[in-house]
Nanobody, 124 residues
């Protein structure tokens, strides 16, 4: 069974830093991209940052210069370094990956996978 597991969320003061981590497990043959989305209360889920295996990285304008994504496609892990966090960064953060993986016997698919989410709260 293919899974994405996040860790590293919690409470942080404005201006502080936090690092989120995500690891994929299961029978995975290829990773096309890995990244992070977030969803604040009452808002839609939005892109934070994503890196493709080919190397292209995209950040939301609201986090450029403050957040840094790193991806290791061999290890199937991604990290999100969050610096200078602000109260508006408060949200549930979700790891996502587009991967070719085994879903069962003779069943290989290219799918978008999601983690369960980790809460990040920025407050003094």
């Amino acid at each position: 069974q293919v899974q994405l597991e996040e860790s590293g969320g919690g409470l942080v003061q404005p201006g502080g830093s936090l690092q989120l981590s995500c690891a994929a497990s299961g029978l995975i043959f290829r990773v096309d991209h890995m990244g992070w989305y977030r969803q604040a209360p009452g808002k839609e889920r939005e892109l934070v940052a994503v890196t493709a295996t080919a190397g292209a990285t995209k950040y939301a304008d609201s986090v450029k210069g403050r957040f840094t994504i790193s991806v290791d496609t061999d290890q199937k892990t991604t990290h999100l370094q969050m610096n200078s966090v602000q109260p508006e960064d408060t949200a549930v953060y979700y790891c996502t990956a587009r991967m070719e993986a085994s879903m069962g016997a003779h069943d290989i698919r290219l799918l978008d996978f999601w983690g369960q989410g980790t809460q990040v709260t920025v407050s003094s």
